[in-house]
């Protein structure tokens, strides 16, 4: 068989977007061939110096399966340069530890201040800089030159054609916005400024207000024209919060995508979102199967899949708007997340826990603790300890809640404490917590719920998980068993609340409100910013109980 290849017959992959969108992360794409029970995945990854994709049409498949499918992840534009007056764009990128110019937009007077090796920056006042730099000379150097010089921004000539490089949020800012162009734009723009004045004009943002999760999908053929046109009757649309709760500013995320011949995403790395920060997400809504990670900071091993944070469930979403959803929303603390697929059992004669040392107040958001430095993990990790008791002895062999321990046959009441600490300087809320849980346990030949009572809280913080407005807030405490238990009956409350990390207490006057939820009325101190540190008691008629304490568990700003 001879198999030809010619780029020319190739079309390209358009994706359509209701917004200006580029690609950012990696682009990636795979064909899927299944005859009989043979099957072949065949896949391709690229990084964000990647804009076009273009694939070669073909005959309709008629036996067996076949689907070509490409993975998209796009947002505002960072950067767009173009000389004023002009439709010429210069193909900028900002580099890595730049400074970013104002969301706002600005245009700057260019002026030739020569190569690297011997810049001048003696007219840069107020102006950018264009500094040639055929030798890859260190940017860093003459950078902070300009900016001593005056030099409102610099703009770097590469080398090569190719003149990308990848923004990143985290580590200290360079002196003054700096800005790198491909050779062959950057000739062209210092031919025009040897000519007569030329400014350029700047736009674009880091924190896009939108960003559109795609699964381009042709089953069968690729046809002549593979477009994809993302809107609410193939997407779904899912206003997201991610929650601030230190200084970093910045998060790691992903939504990682794979389809239902995968068993798991590949070709999908780390990407940032800003903390304190609300945007729309687009999701392809299909057969596509999603599942979404949110670390609390950033990471360095950003080409690597992101290997921590708080995970959902995987699943599939139908199109139209959705609900919005928070991460790392107020109250962070441990519990057993709703609609677990481990719950934590009895089984024979062990208890099988698995329970999560953070959980947000969205449901089914969860996420162990941070095993601290090392590939892909987090700078530095958290501190988990635990302690489990049966009639009163300390069970040997227990460390964590996320274990097998063997216990003696015979019922016992057992009490289980949990605690935890962020020794993150980024974690600022929910830096520890403390939870006991209290229940009888015996033999159970298959695997059976424990009962342990969970809480669930509802606070109305904003992005940066504070409360607002005056002294008086309420907050909202419901009460649940795991699935699979009988609802808890004669269930009793009590919220204590501490305005000074826990040296005093002020119990909150509390009321029923719906089912097996309760509403707690707080007054905060005077002044105009304070934590609030919570403690939650619960107990039911089968002497369930569960004692839950988050110190510093949000804040109240006026």
Same mark, same amino acid.
């Given at each position: 068989m001879t198999v030809t290849l010619d780029a020319r017959d190739t079309v390209p992959v358009?994706?359509?977007?209701?917004?200006?969108?580029?690609?950012?992360?990696?682009?990636?794409?795979?064909?899927?061939?299944?005859?009989?029970?043979?099957?072949?995945?065949?896949? =391709?990854?690229?990084?964000?110096? #990647?804009?076009? @994709?273009?694939? *070669? &049409?073909?005959?309709?498949?008629?036996?067996? %399966?076949?689907?070509?499918?490409?993975?998209?992840?796009?947002?505002?534009?960072?950067?767009?340069?173009?000389?004023?007056? =002009?439709?010429?764009?210069?193909? #900028?990128?900002? @580099?890595?530890? *730049? &400074?970013?110019?104002?969301?706002?937009?600005? %245009?700057?007077?260019?002026?030739?201040?020569?190569?690297?090796?011997?810049?001048?920056?003696?007219?840069?006042?107020?102006?950018?800089?264009?500094?040639?730099?055929?030798?890859?000379?260190?940017?860093?150097?003459?950078?902070?030159?300009?900016?001593?010089?005056?030099?409102?921004?610099?703009?770097?000539?590469?080398?090569?054609?190719?003149?990308?490089?990848?923004?990143?949020?985290?580590?200290?800012?360079?002196?003054?916005?700096?800005?790198?162009?491909?050779?062959?734009?950057?000739?062209?723009?210092?031919?025009?400024?040897?000519r007569a004045s030329t400014s350029v004009e700047f736009s674009g943002t880091a924190r896009s207000p939108y960003l559109y999760d795609v699964m381009q999908v042709a089953r069968q053929q690729v046809p002549r024209k593979v477009v994809h046109t993302v809107s609410a009757s193939n997407s779904a649309v899912v206003p997201t919060t991610y929650a601030d709760n230190g200084v970093s500013g910045w998060a790691a995320e992903q939504r990682f995508g794979w389809r239902p011949y995968q068993q798991t995403a590949w070709n999908q790395y780390t990407r940032f979102v800003p903390l304190g920060f609300a945007r729309t997400e687009y999701v392809s809504a299909d057969e596509t199967v999603w599942q979404h990670r949110v670390h609390h900071t950033t990471t360095f091993f950003v080409d690597e899949p992101l290997a921590h944070g708080m995970l959902d469930q995987p699943r599939t979403f139908r199109a139209g708007r959705l609900p919005g959803e928070t991460w790392q929303g107020a109250i962070v603390r441990p519990s057993i997340p709703v609609g677990t697929s481990t719950p934590t059992l009895r089984e024979g004669n062990l208890l099988r826990l698995r329970i999560p040392e953070f959980t947000d107040s969205q449901p089914g958001h969860w996420s162990r603790r941070s095993a601290g430095e090392g590939l892909g993990e987090a700078p530095q990790g958290d501190v988990v300890s635990a302690d489990l008791y049966r009639d009163g002895e300390k069970v040997a062999g227990v460390s964590s809640a996320w274990q097998d321990i063997s216990v003696p046959d015979a019922p016992a009441r057992y009490r289980l404490d949990l605690s935890t600490a962020r020794e993150s300087q980024d974690w600022k809320a929910g830096v520890a917590t403390r939870t006991s849980w209290s229940f009888r346990s015996g033999h159970s030949k298959e695997g059976t719920p424990l009962p342990l009572l969970q809480l669930d809280y509802d606070v109305p913080v904003d992005a940066r998980n504070a409360v607002g407005g005056g002294r008086s807030h309420r907050i909202e405490v419901k009460v649940r068993a795991q699935k699979g238990l009988a609802t808890p009956r004669g269930v009793k409350l009590r919220v204590e609340a501490s305005y000074d990390d826990g040296r005093t207490w002020t119990t909150a006057r509390t009321t029923a409100h719906g089912h097996l939820g309760f509403r707690a009325s707080l007054t905060t101190p005077a002044q105009r910013r304070t934590w609030v540190t919570l403690r939650v008691t619960v107990r039911d008629s089968a002497g369930n109980t569960v004692r839950q304490t988050v110190q510093r568990a949000y804040a109240v700003h006026r």
């Open positions: 358009e994706i359509r977007t209701p917004r200006p969108a580029e690609q950012r992360g990696i682009l990636s794409n795979q064909t899927y061939r299944e005859i009989g029970r043979r099957g072949l995945t065949q896949g =391709t990854m690229f990084f964000d110096s #990647a804009k076009r @994709l273009y694939i *070669s &049409p073909t005959a309709r498949v008629t036996e067996g %399966t076949f689907e070509f499918a490409s993975r998209w992840q796009l947002v505002a534009p960072i950067l767009k340069a173009k000389v004023k007056m =002009t439709h010429v764009g210069l193909g #900028a990128y900002y @580099l890595p530890m *730049s &400074p970013l110019l104002p969301e706002s937009g600005e %245009t700057l007077t260019a002026v030739d201040a020569g190569d690297a090796d011997k810049p001048d920056f003696t007219k840069a006042r107020g102006r950018i800089a264009v500094v040639n730099n055929p030798s890859g000379e260190n940017e860093k150097a003459f950078v902070e030159r300009a900016a001593k010089a005056g030099a409102r921004a610099v703009l770097v000539v590469h080398f090569d054609d190719n003149g990308w490089t990848r923004w990143q949020p985290m580590g200290e800012r360079w002196a003054v916005p700096t800005i790198r162009i491909g050779a062959s734009e950057g000739a062209g723009l210092l031919a025009r400024i040897a």
